[in-house]
């Protein structure tokens, strides 16, 4: 029995959403620190990342907790197990309590600047479940701010030397874009009874996300085409611009995914099931590596 409890208790943590924190690494990677000479840089970013994912998993839980009315309403996070009566509302509301209570001093304990922006990204969750969620482009706003708290943690972990600001500025809207993406689909699959499950789809509607989606994406590679160029610790002969490609095929893969195939309401499942869309990220990935670190 406790281990169905238990086993309901880590999905109720969404740990297939964790794959957004991977945004830690941003710092480490970027500021070409990713290697043994700066052991210590890992390994704080990566206890960092741990600490994150379980945050972000207290997050779920009282996102679940305080949702599970709505939840039951929905057609598909009524399976989720606080809402299907899987994992009980008390081993629920205990278990965030337990989490709250180890995480933050860890985080403390490693760095505090990192705790400072682990208790404001859980802050800024908290109010984002109460009242941010219900207010239209606040809501979307708030889980762009979420990204880029991500990588203004692993920023803080370590001693940064060449990050360049055009990072946050890419991340801010890449996250907006990937937001807007899961608001379309959220509306096209609730379609007339979308207000009903979430308040907030009353204030958009498709062509309105289209446009936002539209302008967001074209920032989004103007941004990153900046940066490849202006950036202070990048190669003189910009050989960063031939990752561009890989960026704007991974936009236009994601805008066909929720426009043609009609998916996008949870964005990390994409990036974890469309093949095409791993490849890409692996390939720029690969390239990214292949020039900071080999070049």
């Known amino acids: 029995m406790w281990r169905q409890t238990l086993k309901a208790l880590i999905k109720t943590m969404r740990p297939r959403q964790w794959v957004k924190n991977v945004f830690i690494f941003a710092a480490l990677v970027f500021d070409r620190q990713l290697n043994p000479a700066h052991f210590t840089a890992i390994w704080h970013t990566l206890v ?6 379980l945050i972000s998993g207290l997050v779920y839980i009282i996102n679940d907790i305080a949702d599970v009315e709505s939840d ?7 399976y989720r197990p606080l809402a299907s009566g899987e994992l009980p509302m008390k081993v629920a509301r205990g278990a965030a309590i337990v989490l709250a209570l180890v995480i933050f001093p860890l985080s403390f304990l490693l760095s505090y600047r990192f705790a400072l922006v682990g208790l404001t990204y859980f802050g800024l969750n908290l109010a984002y479940s109460k009242w ?41 809207l890449i996250s907006l874009y990937l937001g807007f993406g899961k608001r379309r689909a959220e509306l096209a699959l609730l379609a007339n009874d979308a207000y009903n499950h979430r308040k907030v789809l009353d204030g958009y509607t498709i062509p309105l996300l289209d446009q936002f989606i539209t ?30 490609p890989f960026v704007i095929y991974g936009i236009f893969r994601y805008l066909y995914l929720i426009q043609i195939k009609h998916g996008g309401g949870a964005p990390e499942e994409m990036v974890l099931t469309d093949r095409p869309l791993q490849i890409t990220i692996l390939l720029w990935g690969m390239a990214v590596i292949g020039i900071f670190y080999f070049y």
């Open 48 to 53: 960092g990342f741990i600490l994150f994912c």
């Open 72 to 78: 039951r309403q929905h057609p598909q996070k009524r």
């Open 132 to 172: 941010l969620k219900q207010i239209p482009l606040l809501d979307v706003l708030t889980i762009s701010a979420g990204f880029v708290l991500r990588v203004a943690a692993g920023v803080v972990l370590i001693q940064v030397a060449r990050f360049s600001p055009w990072l946050y500025v890419v991340t801010t």
């Open 215 to 244: 302008i967001v994406s074209s920032a989004t590679i103007i941004a990153y085409s900046l940066y490849t160029f202006s950036a202070p610790n990048l190669p003189n002969n910009h050989i960063m611009m031939l990752t561009i």
